[in-house]
T-cell receptor
Framework: KNQVEQSPQSLIILEGKNCTLQ??????????LRWYKQDTGRGPVSLTI?????NTKSNGRYTATLDADTKQSSLHITASQLSDSASYIC???????????FGKGNQVVVIP | ETGVTQSPTHLIKTRGQQVTLRCSSQ?????VSWYQQALGQGPQFIFQ???????GRGNFPPRFSGLQFPNYSSELNVNALELDDSALYLC????????????FGPGTRLTVT
């Protein structure tokens, strides 16, 4: 079973609208959680990284939240733009473990 | 751009052949991790190199091997290619292991026919 589950698998939103992506994880002991944006055929690019003590972090129109008690995170995209069309990957790092656990990604398509 | 480069960008090989993929890490980073990403999936960890030594390995057979050089650049070698090896291969560089921010390269798209 994957240690990082993301939902929805894919969604289509109108340009200018907001959306929220969900990430649930079972990785333990928790070290940090990251959200990456990956354009088709390209490498992932970091959006945010949060440790146990942080429950929200913003990067422009992207805002990530973390609830370490329920092991859930969300990524909120505000006023979506066509360039937001990409896969958004949730990645969790376990303390003392050099492997990262990757979700399968949320595929977002923004249409005019 | 992250400063991590990979070559080649695209590659087509025949089943049974061997391939070498290359990665130059970001300046100052001593750790390189390699990932395989099949279409529509998240990246799968292959292995990590830290200061020229393998520092962890995922669920990949021995025909996947690697090297890290004194300048911290790295190679991924795959022998006896299989059709299922077709994927995007990503490398990521970081300082001192995965707990630090990882910076991904653009990837190498490998197609095995």
């Amino acid at each position: 079973k994957n240690q990082v589950e993301q939902s929805p698998q894919s969604l289509i939103i109108l340009e200018g609208k907001n959306c929220t992506l969900q990430c649930n994880y079972t990785v333990s002991p928790f070290s940090n959680l990251r959200w990456y944006k990956q354009d088709t055929g390209r490498g992932p690019v970091s959006l945010t990284i949060m440790t146990f003590s942080e429950n929200t972090k913003s990067n422009g129109r992207y805002t990530a939240t973390l609830d370490a008690d329920t092991k859930q995170s969300s990524l909120h995209i505000t006023a979506s733009q066509l360039s937001d069309s990409a896969s958004y990957i949730c990645v969790v790092s376990a303390e003392g473990n050099n492997r990262l656990a990757f979700g399968k990604g949320n595929q977002v398509v923004v249409i005019p | 751009e992250t400063g991590v480069t990979q070559s080649p960008t695209h590659l087509i090989k025949t089943r049974g052949q061997q391939v070498t993929l290359r990665c130059s890490s970001q300046s100052g980073h001593n750790t390189v991790s390699w990932y395989q990403q099949a279409l529509g999936q998240g990246p799968q960890f292959i292995f990590q190199y830290y200061r020229e030594e393998e520092n962890g390995r995922g669920n990949f057979p021995p025909r996947f091997s690697g090297l890290q050089f004194p300048n911290y650049s790295s190679e991924l070698n795959v022998n006896a290619l299989e059709l299922d090896d077709s994927a995007l291969y990503l490398c990521a560089s970081s300082l001192q292991g995965s707990d630090y921010e990882q910076y991904f390269g653009p990837g190498t798209r490998l197609t095995v026919t």
